[in-house]
């Protein structure tokens, strides 16, 4: 696609509900990250990959977060039990890092979680 | 370490300057500028290297003091268009590879009126 694809926009769930946001990279970007931004703050970094593996998961903030890429491609991001303090506006990007340096990572538009 | 950003908000005229400034408490590869609009995805502005030049796109203009580890994003002649959260992204090298993570500040509110 042209841009970096989220979905869905908005999710609206309740306390203690499973939650599973999607991303759609660039096409023939390897390189794919997880933000999470709260009301007013910055961007918080969950996880990055490259192709379908991992190597960086410092940024989840607990075992009910877990992440996956399949095909070099897609990626969800899965919200076990959410809990009032998930509600955020969870941002992916994608690079073309590493095989081309010092590049820009480009964001998609998010997916507003709130946790009723 | 998230860097800092200053100030918090700014409110210009329209064709007037702004600097916003990140400052970081650990040695940086590069830094990088985004705006973002209200319900909008992040937009990339642009990327200052350690070691590498002053950038510049169009009126905004970039600069990264490596002594002081602080880059600085200089808006000339504000447009309405240039209003949104000015965010810098940090990345620290990793081994002497760097895959593009970045940790951000929590972002400068510019505001132009006409």
Known sequence: GAGVSQSPSNKVTEKGKDVELRCDPISGHTALYWYRQSLGQGLEFLIYFQGNSAPDKSGLPS??????????????????????EDSAVY??????RPQQKNTEAFFGQGTRLTVV | QQPVQSPQAVILREGEDAVINCS??????????????????????????????????????????????????????????????????????????????????????????P
């Open chain 1, 63 to 84: 075992d009910r977060f877990s992440a996956e890429r399949t095909g070099g491609s897609v990626s969800t991001l899965t919200i076990q039990r959410t809990q009032q």
């Open chain 1, 91 to 96: 941002l992916c990007a994608s690079s073309l």
């Open chain 2, 24 to 113: 970081s408490s650990k040695a940086l590869y590069s830094v990088h500028w985004y705006r973002q609009k209200h319900g909008e995805a992040p937009v990339f502005l642009m990327i200052l290297l350690k070691g590498g030049e002053q950038m510049r796109h169009e009126k905004i203009s970039a600069s990264f003091n490596e002594k002081k580890q602080q880059s600085s994003l200089y808006l000339t002649a504000s447009q309405l268009s240039y209003s949104g959260t000015y965010f810098c992204g940090t990345e620290m090298e990793a081994g002497g590879t760097s895959y593009g993570k970045l940790t951000f500040g929590q972002g400068t509110i510019l505001t132009v009126h």
